[in-house]
């Protein structure tokens, strides 16, 4: 099979079907069954068929959770040569939530490509090559598998319902949006209205005070092997080290999946270490919540980094430490995540207009706040590795 793929953030699919009949209109005959098109071309010695399948987020909610992810995973490990594109890219993949998947019996032909990109135009989005070639709206190519840029002038698109959700409204969730927002206007800090609210506490799926403090120190010994990878020490030694911490604080069942893989693998990338040593800023949310830090300071300044190590360090075990905590309240802890929520719409909003983050703001500090935050209060259950940050 050859395919050719169609990714967009739409509202809804309903006009698909007769954007698909409108480029397939001439030469071809057209099955639906679903959201499935069974395409035959008339012609009499260039026979071929083709088959469609559209899918949205509403539809398939486990191809977007199974798929999205490993997206953003592989553009995030090209090697772009053009940071900015990469930024881009990576942004308009985490607000997909509509494809257009084109299979083809035999390899695809110019005027056939043609019209896949006709189709393109006509839905927008962004089109995907099978050899990770990414295209624009209007079939420019966009970055190459290399990570060349393309000759394409993109920015991303994402629809009115990406942006503003499935929301579910309450009188709480409005309060703490116009808190927030009465907030940033003081701060002089852009927002939208349109970005929706978080859930009402009791519609959240929030973490229990001893599974943050567990992933707490989890967290905190994989960053310390991730800083000595980065900082090229010996990786057996430091990998025995800190397996033996996981062992000893009882929290090795704590490790994402991701996080595990790091630790276990013979020669872990430095990328990836770099990565996982940014996380002390989600790592710090969570002390935050736990009670050792006062206040989360606003994110243009990374973490105390030596104050985060000995919040764990001071205490030889896992019982000790997790004495030594006092929970934040629900209520604060969504108040924060409703903030960093809406500081992220505001650092995106800023790059996609090539502008600097608004107030001094580090995105990267952000981000993994968001992380953190997002994951104590459960939203959307998502775990660690794959918390949405779409804006």
């Not at 800090?189 to 973490?207: E, G, H, N, R």
């Not at 206040?295 to 075990?317: G, H, M, R, T, W």
């Amino acid at each position: 099979m050859n395919y050719f793929t169609i990714f967009a953030s739409k509202n809804n699919i309903d006009d698909i079907e007769v954007k698909i009949s409108d480029v397939f209109v001439k030469g071809f005959a057209i099955d639906k069954n679903d959201n499935e098109y069974l395409i035959k071309s008339k012609a009499l010695f260039k026979k071929y068929k083709l088959i469609i399948r559209v899918m949205s987020e509403d539809t398939n909610p486990d191809y977007f959770a199974n798929n999205i992810p490993g997206m953003m995973g592989y553009y995030d490990n090209i090697p772009f040569e053009d940071d900015n594109l990469k930024e881009l890219v990576l942004t308009q993949i985490s607000v997909l939530n509509t494809v257009i998947a084109i299979e083809s019996e035999k390899e695809v032909n110019e005027d056939q490509l043609q019209l896949f990109t006709n189709l393109l135009s006509s839905i927008g989005g962004i089109g995907f090559l099978s050899n990770g070639t990414l295209l624009d709206d209007e079939g420019i190519v966009i970055v190459y598998p290399d990570g060349q840029s393309g000759p394409s002038n993109f920015r991303p698109h994402t629809c009115t319902r990406k942006v503003m959700g499935q929301e579910v409204t309450s009188e709480e969730g409005e309060q703490r949006k116009n808190n927030t927002i009465a907030y940033l206007k003081e701060r002089a800090i852009p927002y939208t209205t349109s970005l929706p609210q978080l859930p009402p506490i009791d519609a959240c799926q929030f973490k229990t005070q001893e599974d943050i403090a567990r992933r707490a120190v989890a967290l905190l010994i994989v960053i310390q092997f991730a800083c000595d990878v980065a900082q090229g020490e010996n990786v057996d030694e430091s990998r025995e080290f800190f397996v033996n911490m996981l062992r000893n604080y009882d929290v090795d069942n704590y490790l994402t999946s991701d996080e595990r893989d790091f630790l276990h693998t013979s020669e872990p990338k430095g990328k990836e270490a770099i990565n996982i040593s940014w996380q002390y800023e989600a790592y710090w949310t969570l002390i935050w919540a736990l009670g050792f830090v006062e206040k989360l300071n606003f994110p243009d300044e990374v973490c105390d980094c030596e104050y985060a190590i000995q919040v764990v360090s001071n205490y030889e075990s896992f019982e000790q430490f997790y004495l030594q905590t006092t929970m934040r309240s629900p209520e604060e802890i969504i108040d924060e995540a409703d903030k960093i929520y809406r500081y992220h719409w505001a650092c995106v909003d800023s790059r996609i207009h090539e502008q600097p983050a608004p107030a001094g703001m580090n995105e990267s500090i952000v981000m993994e706040r968001r992380r953190g935050l997002f994951w104590m209060i459960g939203y959307r259950n998502e775990k660690w590795d794959t918390i949405s940050m779409d804006t």
